[in-house]
């Protein structure tokens, strides 16, 4: 289980931000903001929800996505770590938390067109 000091420590950064939740999952936490998911944390490490839009960023700093192991391979999901000199500086964090949750919202958006996409085409 990660330490909660860290998840505290992250949870006090972000907020100047407004209300922000988090829920244990997976071993880990997922961190919310108005019900969304765009942050989780494992093994005391911090992801961030990525998509094309915000990803270049996170490559730009060296960053990897958050993988487990599947069945037969590593799976790597659309997390990616923050980087490490963002975890002591609120205005950074939160920025990178803005981009993770627009993301969030945007997968959210193409999830739920995608059905509606589907019963067009029969």
Do not use: C
């Not at 505290?8 to 998911?37: N, Q």
């Not at 803005?98 to 959210?108: C, H, K, V």
């Amino acid at each position: 289980m990660p330490d909660s000091d860290f998840l505290a420590h992250i949870l006090d950064l972000l907020s100047p931000w407004g209300a922000v939740t988090a829920r244990k999952m997976f071993g880990g936490y997922g961190i919310y903001r108005r019900g969304t998911m765009f942050a989780l944390i494992a093994d005391d490490e911090l992801y961030f929800k990525v998509d094309a839009e915000n990803r270049p960023t996170f490559e730009a700093a060296g960053m990897r996505p958050f993988t487990y192991e599947g069945k037969s391979k590593p799976i790597a999901m659309s997390y990616w770590q923050a980087p490490p000199d963002v975890l002591d500086e609120s205005s950074t964090l939160i920025e990178l938390a803005r981009g993770a949750l627009d993301a969030a919202l945007r997968s959210r958006q193409i999830k739920s067109a995608a059905p509606r996409a589907k019963s067009r085409q029969r």
